[in-house]
């Protein structure tokens, strides 16, 4: 095995505590003779949640030489929340330990740059890896047996039970409901993602009429939307498909998706049972098509039931806000959709982009609230200037106003397309994550307190005081003029770059606003590039998209398995006397 840098892991220490201990704080110590797995995460992460069912089988098949600990990082100011933080894990059912680190001050330790990031400990507690972004199961599958072998020939692996203690069980009618949907017989349909399971309940919200489903046929299970046949189209969320469930036979069949996660330079259209989709999250029936806000690439998508066929309907894969032409607009997470009133236009809760927006029927993608990934609050009026955190979900009211449920803000919101005004209708809701219209009065899934709320639409909005916010992750300091970005790629042990059709990596950079770069704005195969900053514009945030492919390294195999490593970054960065004149990301590679 190859020769590893040795650097020795700093120490955890988080001012929220820890969660799945048993009450219990650990330290670095009690994983000495264990291989040890950091997981960089926060729970409005898209990538973060692939990566926790991307750990889960590797967990598991070294559950006496393998632990996995979350540390989790937050972006949102509700992120920082040591509740919300509880309610996460178990809403995502992390079956290892979590230390809450509200401040930032292990990821400050171990020199993070992005959500969600994985740093390997080996069983002496130094620090043999680190990867950002998702898709490195299989490297690090990989590095765990090499470090099995090492350290059971050394002596130095303890094999044992791990720290994990499961929480105790607790009896609701829903668990971390997503999305609610009012059938043809007046009963409510709502997605139980924690159970995996659809709820159909009587019309008062809360009389449990039937259970659909389970484990076996749904995961995670968000968005549902009436098709024309009576069916219900839903968001098999983590299954990476859309299904159908007919309410009169109990018949649930899937109409897209393979069950395997898109990736890049997957196709984006064709048959829609052999297409990979990605974390469908919502879905909304408009003009003769399933719109689907394809959460885990940042885009929409389309299927049409009469050719059988989905494609891509907007978006870039890149992460950011940015109008314009449908292929060309940037989403974050789009979470949310509703149809306005008079049909023309599909309303989007852009939940990382902490904003309200909609595609028309020309296929041009508008902003009504919101300017972007780290800007976010709590802030009534002029659209121009109001805030939301992280929302979920949308719903058209009766006036043609779309309700927004404001989740990390605990409240529902409303925009009125007349004035342009944002409003408060109400607030102290637990993440409302969806809501209904049900005889005049809004019926809301409130998902952190397990349960439907009905509200009656005041005809004035509530005001609140104004709260904005930006992401408390610090700026880059950087220099002004030339700096070199560098991109640091080492394919994992075992593979090696795939060149056999041309180059294998390709780097994409941006920036917002578009003047803080003065040249390496664009497209190319090199990893590293210099660009040239404006000291001028004194600060923004440099987009950055990188991926690189490998192949196993076997000659013997004439056919070797091959993988993409793929990441986005949104940097941060103020331009300072003294700033870094290099900045290094890390692709993926060791430590």
Same mark, same amino acid.
């Given at each position: 095995?190859?020769?590893?840098?040795?650097?020795?892991?700093?120490?955890?220490?988080?001012?929220?505590? +820890?969660?799945?201990? !048993?009450?219990?704080?650990?330290?670095?110590?009690?994983?000495?003779?264990?291989?040890?797995?950091?997981?960089? +995460?926060?729970?409005?992460?898209?990538?973060?949640?692939?990566?926790?069912?991307?750990?889960?089988?590797?967990?598991?098949?070294?559950?006496?030489?393998?632990?996995?600990?979350?540390?989790?990082?937050?972006?949102?100011?509700?992120?920082?929340?040591?509740?919300?933080?509880?309610?996460?894990?178990?809403?995502?059912?992390?079956?290892?330990?979590?230390?809450?680190?509200?401040? &930032?001050?292990?990821?400050?330790?171990?020199?993070?740059?992005?959500?969600?990031?994985?740093?390997?400990?080996?069983?002496?507690?130094?620090?043999?890896?680190?990867?950002?972004?998702?898709?490195?199961?299989?490297?690090?599958?990989?590095?765990?047996?090499?470090?099995?072998?090492?350290?059971?020939?050394?002596?130095?692996?303890?094999? !044992?039970?791990?720290?994990?203690?499961?929480?105790?069980?607790?009896?609701?009618?829903?668990?971390?409901?997503?999305?609610?949907?009012?059938?043809?017989?007046?009963?409510?349909?709502?997605?139980?993602?924690?159970?995996?399971?659809?709820?159909?309940?009587?019309?008062?919200?809360?009389? @449990?009429?039937?259970?659909?489903?389970?484990?076996?046929?749904?995961?995670?299970?968000? !968005?549902?939307?009436?098709?024309?046949?009576?069916?219900?189209?839903?968001?098999?969320?983590?299954?990476?498909?859309?299904?159908?469930? =007919?309410? /009169?036979?109990?018949?649930?069949?899937?109409?897209?998706?393979?069950?395997?996660?898109? +990736?890049?330079?997957?196709?984006?259209?064709?048959?829609?049972?052999?297409?990979?989709?990605?974390?469908?999250?919502?879905?909304?029936?408009?003009?003769?098509?399933?719109?689907?806000?394809?959460?885990?690439?940042?885009?929409?998508?389309?299927?049409?039931?009469?050719?059988?066929?989905?494609?891509?309907?907007?978006?870039?894969?890149?992460?950011?806000?940015?109008?314009?032409?449908?292929?060309?607009?940037?989403?974050?997470?789009?979470?949310?959709?509703?149809?306005?009133?008079?049909?023309?236009?599909? +309303?989007?809760?852009?939940?990382?982009?902490?904003? &309200?927006?909609?595609?028309?029927?020309?296929?041009?993608?508008?902003?009504?609230?919101?300017?972007?990934?780290?800007?976010?609050?709590?802030?009534?009026?002029?659209?121009?200037?109001?805030?939301?955190?992280?929302?979920?979900?949308?719903?058209?009211?009766?006036?043609?106003?779309?309700?927004?449920?404001?989740?990390?803000?605990?409240?529902?919101?409303?925009?009125?397309?007349? #004035?342009?005004?944002?409003?408060?209708?109400?607030?102290?809701?637990?993440?409302?994550?969806?809501? @209904?219209?049900?005889?005049? =009065?809004?019926?809301?899934?409130?998902?952190?307190?397990?349960?439907?709320?009905?509200?009656?639409?005041?005809?004035?909005? @509530?005001?609140?005081?104004?709260?904005?916010?930006? #992401?408390?992750?610090?700026?880059?300091?950087?220099? !002004?003029?030339?700096?070199?970005?560098?991109?640091?790629?080492?394919?994992? /042990?075992?593979?090696?770059?795939?060149?056999?059709?041309?180059?294998?990596?390709?780097?994409?950079?941006?920036?917002?606003?578009?003047?803080?770069?003065?040249?390496?704005?664009?497209?190319?195969?090199? &990893? /590293?590039?210099?660009?040239?900053?404006?000291?001028?514009?004194?600060?923004?945030? &440099?987009?950055?998209?990188?991926?690189?492919?490998?192949?196993?390294?076997?000659?013997?195999?004439?056919?070797?398995?091959?993988?993409?490593?793929?990441?986005?970054?949104?940097?941060?960065?103020?331009? #300072?006397?003294?700033?870094?004149?290099?900045?290094?990301?890390?692709?993926?590679?060791?430590?």
């Amino acid at each position: 095995m190859a020769t590893r840098a040795r650097v020795r892991a700093p120490e955890l220490v988080g001012g929220g505590g +820890w969660i799945n201990t !048993g009450g219990k704080d650990l330290k670095l110590a009690d994983f000495r003779g264990r291989i040890l797995i950091l997981d960089f +995460w926060t729970f409005c992460c898209i990538n973060c949640l692939h990566v926790l069912d991307e750990l889960r089988e590797l967990e598991e098949k070294h559950r006496d030489t393998l632990v996995i600990v979350g540390v989790h990082s937050p972006k949102f100011v509700h992120e920082a929340d040591h509740r919300a933080v509880v309610d996460a894990v178990e809403r995502y059912q992390v079956a290892h330990p979590v230390l809450d680190d509200p401040e &930032l001050v292990t990821w400050k330790q171990y020199a993070v740059r992005a959500w969600p990031t994985l740093v390997v400990i080996d069983p002496e507690g130094y620090v043999v890896a680190q990867h950002a972004g998702e898709g490195h199961a299989h490297a690090i599958a990989r590095l765990v047996a090499e470090l099995v072998e090492e350290h059971t020939a050394k002596g130095t692996l303890r094999r !044992g039970d791990g720290p994990y203690v499961a929480p105790e069980p607790v009896a609701t009618d829903l668990r971390f409901p997503g999305k609610a949907l009012v059938l043809p017989s007046g009963n409510l349909l709502v997605s139980d993602s924690t159970r995996h399971q659809l709820v159909e309940l009587a019309p008062d919200g809360e009389t @449990v009429v039937r259970r659909i489903g389970g484990a076996a046929e749904f995961n995670e299970p968000q !968005g549902l939307a009436l098709l024309p046949d009576g069916r219900v189209a839903v968001a098999d969320t983590v299954n990476h498909r859309i299904r159908a469930y =007919d309410p /009169s036979s109990g018949a649930v069949e899937t109409l897209a998706g393979t069950g395997k996660q898109w +990736w890049q330079g997957s196709p984006t259209e064709g048959p829609a049972l052999a297409v990979d989709l990605s974390s469908p999250w919502d879905l909304a029936w408009w003009d003769g098509l399933l719109w689907i806000a394809m959460a885990g690439t940042h885009q929409l998508w389309t299927y049409d039931p009469e050719a059988g066929t989905v494609r891509r309907a907007a978006g870039t894969t890149n992460e950011g806000l940015v109008d314009g032409p449908a292929g060309e607009a940037w989403f974050a997470q789009p979470s949310g959709l509703a149809v306005a009133a008079d049909g023309e236009r599909l +309303w989007i809760a852009d939940a990382e982009n902490s904003a &309200l927006r909609w595609i028309d029927r020309d296929g041009s993608v508008h902003t009504a609230a919101g300017t972007g990934l780290f800007d976010f609050g709590h802030r009534d009026g002029d659209a121009a200037q109001a805030l939301f955190q992280h929302p979920l979900g949308v719903t058209v009211l009766p006036d043609g106003s779309v309700a927004v449920c404001d989740t990390y803000n605990h409240a529902l919101r409303r925009y009125d397309p007349a #004035t342009g005004q944002v409003t408060t209708v109400a607030t102290e809701l637990r993440e409302p994550s969806g809501a @209904v219209l049900v005889d005049g =009065d809004i019926v809301v899934v409130e998902s952190a307190a397990h349960r439907l709320t009905r509200l009656r639409l005041p005809e004035e909005a @509530v005001r609140v005081a104004a709260v904005a916010h930006r #992401t408390q992750r610090a700026a880059t300091s950087v220099a !002004g003029g030339a700096v070199l970005l560098d991109v640091v790629f080492e394919a994992p /042990s075992g593979q090696k770059l795939d060149t056999r059709y041309g180059p294998s990596t390709r780097l994409l950079v941006s920036a917002t606003p578009p003047e803080l770069l003065r040249s390496g704005a664009g497209t190319g195969t090199e &990893l /590293s590039r210099r660009l040239e900053i404006d000291p001028a514009v004194g600060e923004g945030v &440099l987009h950055v998209s990188a991926m690189a492919a490998s192949c196993d390294d076997d000659p013997a195999n004439e056919y070797p398995a091959c993988h993409v490593h793929q990441q986005d970054w949104g940097v941060p960065v103020r331009v #300072t006397a003294d700033g870094e004149d290099r900045l290094p990301l890390i692709l993926a590679g060791m430590a």
